[in-house]
C-alpha cells in the first residue's frame, strides 16, 4: 500500500476513536441526559436573583440618574 493511504487510513481510524471516547465521556458524565427541560425552565415565571457582589441601579440601562 501506498504511504498515502496509510496516513489517510490512520487519520480516519483517529478521528473516529476521538469521536467515540467524546461521546462515550459525554454520556459517562451525563451530557445527554435531560435534552427538555432547559428549554422548558426558562417560560417559568419566577423573579431574576440579585447577582452576589453587586448593587442594583435606579432608572435601568442610559438613565442619567
Partial sequence: MPM??????????FVSLTGLA???WGLHAGQF?????????ML?????QEWPGR??????VGSAG
Avoid: F, N, Q, S
Fill in 22 to 24: 467524546l461521546i462515550a
Fill in 55 to 60: 448593587t442594583a441601579h435606579k432608572g435601568g
Fill in 33 to 41: 441526559d435531560d435534552v427538555e427541560e432547559p428549554k422548558y425552565r
Fill in 4 to 13: 498515502g493511504l496509510w496516513v489517510v487510513v490512520g487519520w480516519m481510524a
Fill in 44 to 48: 417559568e415565571d419566577c423573579e431574576p
